[in-house]
Every structure is written in structure tokens, then in C-alpha cells.
């Protein structure tokens, strides 16, 4: 089993920033990929970025203000969300493709979310 925490939020002025971290633990082979969700009051689940092997995507909404990253050493992804706005608001969780052992076989698992909220 895996688990995935994620840590960061806050609450922070529109035009600040804040980084969100997700650390993976448990059974963990390789991290073939991962991303960041968000979900605000009302509204549905939607991407914010996510990283594969080859390919780094993002929302439109928050491209040139959020960066993805990750620590494969730690286990560890990253979410810099720069220039905030209150539209950003919402509770974000970390998503993770695990391989847990040499066999190609991905599982896929979820944080339990962390809130941000910007103010205007």
C-alpha cells in the first residue's frame, strides 16, 4: 500500500505564493507519474498539472505562475503557485502512479487534500 500526505496550504493575499509538497510512502518501486488536482466549493475536480517520464503538463489557467516538480530521492513532489489569485482557491490534492515492485503494473492513489485559499 501507498499513502500520499500533502502539506503547504494556507491561506495567503492574491499576488503571494505558497508551496505545496506531497510526500509518498509505503511500497514504492518507481513513480511513473504524478500530479496535482484542485476541487473548489461547488465545482468539479479539475488537473493542474501533472508529470510523466516525458512530459510536463499544465492547466491553462496556471501556466507561467504554478511549476511542478519532484525529489524521486525523497519521494517527494512539489507545486510552486506563484502570483495567486482568488480564483485559485480550492483544496488540492497530490496524485501518484506507483509501480510498487518490477513488474509494469501501476496503481493509482491519492492525498487527502490540503486547503489554499487566496484572498483578495
Known amino acids: 500500500q501507498v499513502q500520499l500526505v500533502e502539506s503547504g496550504g494556507g491561506l495567503v493575499q492574491a499576488g503571494g505564493s505558497l508551496r505545496l509538497s506531497c510526500v509518498a510512502s509505503?511500497?514504492?518501486?518507481?513513480?511513473?507519474?504524478m500530479g496535482w488536482y484542485r476541487q473548489a466549493p461547488g465545482k468539479q475536480r479539475e488537473l493542474v498539472a501533472t508529470?510523466?517520464?516525458?512530459?510536463?503538463n499544465y492547466a491553462d489557467s496556471v501556466k507561467g505562475r504554478f511549476a511542478i516538480s519532484s525529489d524521486s530521492a525523497k519521494n517527494t513532489m512539489y507545486l510552486q503557485m506563484n502570483s495567486l489569485r482568488p480564483e485559485d482557491t480550492a483544496v488540492y490534492y497530490c496524485?501518484?502512479?506507483?509501480?510498487?515492485?518490477?513488474?509494469?503494473?501501476?496503481?493509482?492513489?491519492w492525498g487527502q487534500g490540503t486547503q489554499v485559499t487566496v484572498s483578495s
Open positions: 508529470s510523466t517520464l516525458s512530459s510536463i
Open positions: 496524485n501518484a502512479q506507483v509501480q510498487q515492485t518490477r513488474v509494469p503494473q501501476t496503481d493509482n492513489y
Open positions: 509505503g511500497r514504492i518501486f518507481r513513480i511513473n507519474a
